[in-house]
């Protein structure tokens, strides 16, 4: 993304434009660790459960299990999925702090390691190259196959990162994160059996097999979230809800509502199953978080009233991302023109997408802009590609 400044206080032009030139990536690298890591936390797992079966550890240290399997994984939803990828609701220092612990005993990487790939997930979803962990790969690619390489992400100089590197919770995580994930996710557990006499059980359980969980459960968005289920707001991707995966996720099971990615829910009724949304709304409640955001309830509406008519009659006659580009009837612009149009009017935000001028002003700091604008427009937003058709003012063509 380029930005050229002018005289004006905060006039700028963004260019969001894809670059075209991208060649295509070779074969990644094997990601040796991270694999080796992975696989022998299953064997050890497996050989923890045979010498010590469910039925001969302490009752407290499967219940420690579970605790460690949803506490990890609301680290995971709530801090790093809904706060820190997709900033959708602000949180106290403490808050941050205990998500970002939570979230390093998921084993699923840095926050900001984390967040970067599911940006890049949402705003290409379903590329087999840009998306780290495209369904289009192939089930077993998109669940796990993905995390033994170790590719070069060529866009990923277009996501954005500064309110990451900004964090400083963000950054000490980063920087200690696998001291901070041996100690959450491997330590505590026998420390916590040794209260009840069973430190190993504890580690077998609430160490070892609840990190299968997380990492299972969690990759079931990956996977299972993009090849079955339902669609009742896009289908412009493989994402899909589920009941199955919402419990064993804490709600992040309706993925296709992954259309509005801003949203603190998972899902616009509150009666979905979304136990991330209510803590979330119970931190609220404390005033220990602030700023929730929600998709339009018109936008919602519109993008289920779509899918509804499309379920029912098979085709639209009009669909708000069918019309042709080449029907544009207003102005073209060259770069000229449009610097003469910036310079007489001070404090306004212009955006070059796609080949077409956008006057963004009046949508800056809202959430529907934010949200289009994640670092560049998110490919799955039929939405929000409506919202950027209404704002455009002029074609751009260089040197017209
Ligand atoms: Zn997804
Ligand atoms: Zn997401």
């Known amino acids: 993304m380029g930005e050229r400044n002018s005289p004006g206080p905060i006039v700028s032009i963004h260019l969001l434009q894809m670059p075209r ?21 299953h064997l050890a797992a497996f050989v923890g459960v045979y010498y010590y079966p469910a039925w001969q550890v302490k009752r407290a240290s499967l219940v420690l299990a579970f605790l460690a399997w949803q506490l990890a994984d609301f680290g995971i939803t709530v801090g790093y999925h809904r706060l820190y990828s997709h900033k959708a609701f602000k949180a106290a220092p403490g808050v941050r702090v205990a998500l970002a612990l939570l979230g390093s005993a998921g084993f699923q ?6 967040c970067l790939r599911h940006r890049l997930h949402h705003r290409y979803t379903d590329d087999p190259v840009h998306d780290p962990y495209a369904a289009t790969n192939g ?3 998109s669940h796990m196959g993905w995390i033994f390489y170790k590719p070069t992400y060529e866009r990923m100089k277009l996501i954005e990162r500064d309110d990451l590197d900004r964090d400083p919770v963000v950054r000490f995580q980063h920087e200690y994160y696998v001291p901070i994930a041996l100690t959450v996710g491997f330590a505590f557990p026998p420390i916590f059996g040794c209260l009840w006499g069973d ?12 990190r299968l969980f997380i990492w299972h459960c969690t990759f079931l968005v990956n996977s299972l979230a993009h090849w079955d289920g339902l669609q009742p707001y896009s289908d412009e991707d493989t994402s899909r809800g589920n009941l ?13 509502f992954h ?34 955001r929600r998709a339009k309830q018109e936008d919602v509406s519109d993008a289920a009233r779509y899918m509804h008519e499309k379920h029912q009659y098979g085709t639209l006659s009009e669909s708000p991302t069918d019309e042709s580009e080449d029907d544009w009837q207003g102005e073209i612009w060259d770069m000229d023109r449009l610097e003469k149009y910036q310079q007489g009017k001070p404090g306004k935000c212009i955006v070059l997408l796609d080949e077409f001028v956008l006057d963004v002003t009046s949508y800056l700091g809202d959430h529907t802009f934010n949200w289009a604008f994640h670092g560049g427009l998110n490919k799955h937003s039929r939405a929000a590609n409506k919202t950027m058709r209404k704002l455009r003012i002029a074609r751009f063509r260089e040197g017209h």
């Not at 060649?23 to 992975?38: H, K, L, Y």
Request: hydrophobic share 45%.
């Open 259 to 292: 259309a509005f990615p801003h949203d603190f829910r998972s899902g616009p009724a509150f009666f979905d199953w979304d136990p991330s949304k209510w803590i979330i709304i119970a931190l609220h409640r404390l005033g220990l978080v602030y700023g929730l």
């Open 139 to 141: 089930l077993f690619y």
């Open 199 to 210: 430190p190993i059980g504890s580690f077998v359980w609430a160490g070892l097999v609840s």
């Open 244 to 256: 199955i995966l919402a419990l064993l996720t804490g709600g992040e099971g309706n993925h296709n």
């Open 21 to 41: 030139d991208s060649s295509e990536p070779g074969t990644p690298q094997i990601w040796w660790s991270n694999g080796i890591f992975f696989l022998l936390t």
């Open 109 to 114: 990487g840095s926050i900001k390691w984390w």
